[in-house]
């Protein structure tokens, strides 16, 4: 057994056909439909970095499931990094409920049952190329997992259950658009009563869910450099800090007032100075209130930056910049739509 045959991920794709028999436009329309959505994702979430092949099995005698490998062959060096990043990360623990480091422990699981086989006990490999091989694999293996899996969800979930986990369809339209394709063309075909992306006898999506599964694609939005910033004064409970004032990887996370989740970084000096010399009074979910600016995509705050912390829990830091401090230093801006003034009060 090569480490090569183990780097796949399976995925399923099984109709609900009372004939078990599938008209070939149909198969081809919708496994190349299943191919473009993984292509997206790739794209999307591993900017490309991810050599691949996608493998047809032969169904199984009596059924129409078609079994997909994914396999992947390499990974680019720029991948690992991007593993950490919050996008990345908070999109694979999203869409598979796995971070991916649980996913790389699952890789290693394999592949210790894999050398603990008589076929590789016996084969002759130098220690130190035989360690580079095997992490190489191990990292094969949990892109493939990760994929199939994340695959698997983005195709049966609905599509608010989708932005929650911030896939849009705006950020992911390519996988929408395919996932469009293959639920039109399963529409088309009157004897497809269900389908499955797992390989058990269950249907977890009915015909009737085909229509609902459709997603209308919104028009593409200007490119983000372009893009209004707003600027806000609102509180933010803290439940991931970063204390590492230079590290641009990971961003802080907490739940704003409207309860959404925003990821953020901080640049005010005057929290920094605060923060470095241990004069901030820290509590499990420490309470900032907060000048923020961020651009709006989809109803969604992004590329959120914190330009003052006004206060920390109930230590005063920074006082807000000013009309005039804001357009000089950002440029144009706009304030979101006020809200109800009953419920300001409660974030004060």
């Known amino acids: 057994m090569s480490l090569e045959n183990l780097q796949t991920g399976d995925l399923s794709i099984h109709f609900d056909i009372p004939s078990h028999g599938l008209p070939l436009q149909t ?16 794209e999307k979430v591993f900017n490309g970095g991810i050599e691949y092949k ?13 079994h997909l490998k994914i396999a992947v062959i390499s990974i680019g060096a720029t991948l690992g990094p991007a593993l950490l990043s919050d996008f990345t990360s908070g999109f694979i623990e999203g869409l598979t409920k796995s971070t991916p480091t649980e996913w790389g422990k699952i890789a290693g699981q394999e592949l210790r049952e894999l050398f603990s086989s008589e076929a590789i006990a016996n084969e002759e490999t130098e220690k130190d190329e035989q360690d580079h091989q095997t992490k190489n694999a191990k990292d094969c293996i949990a892109i493939a997992k990760i994929l199939a899996s994340a695959t698997q969800n983005f195709m049966q979930s609905s599509t608010k259950i989708l932005i929650e986990k911030d896939v849009t369809p705006h950020e992911f ?3 929408y658009s395919a996932r469009n394709d293959f639920y039109k063309s399963c529409l088309e075909n009157q004897t497809i009563q269900g389908v499955s992306f797992f390989n058990n006898e269950k249907f977890e999506i009915p015909r009737s869910a085909f229509i609902d599964l459709q997603t209308i694609i919104p028009p593409k939005h200007e490119p983000y450099d372009k893009l209004p910033w707003y600027v806000e004064i609102t509180t933010i409970v803290v439940t991931s800090p970063n204390w590492e004032k230079n590290d641009n990887r990971r961003q802080w996370k907490g739940k704003d007032t409207d309860g959404h989740d925003r990821y ?85």
Not at 27 to 40: C, D, K, L, M, Y
Not at 54 to 64: A, C
Not at 284 to 312: M, P
Not at 335 to 342: A, L, S
């Open 27 to 42: 198969f081809i329309e919708t496994a190349s439909s299943t191919e473009h959505v993984v292509e997206a994702l790739v």
């Open 54 to 66: 996608i493998i047809v099995l032969p169904p199984e005698v009596g059924s129409f499931k078609t």
């Open 173 to 175: 339209r390519d996988a």
């Open 264 to 348: 953020f970084m901080i640049e005010d000096d005057a929290f920094w100075f605060l923060a470095e010399h241990e004069l901030l009074n820290f509590h499990f979910a420490d309470r900032l209130r907060v000048q923020i600016k961020y651009n709006l995509v989809d109803d969604r705050k992004i590329h959120n930056i914190v330009l003052k912390v006004i206060k920390y829990n109930d230590r005063p830091v920074s006082t807000p910049l000013s009309q005039s401090e804001l357009e000089e230093f950002i440029g144009d801006y706009k304030e979101p739509e006020k809200k109800n003034e009953q419920l300001r009060l409660f974030e004060e």
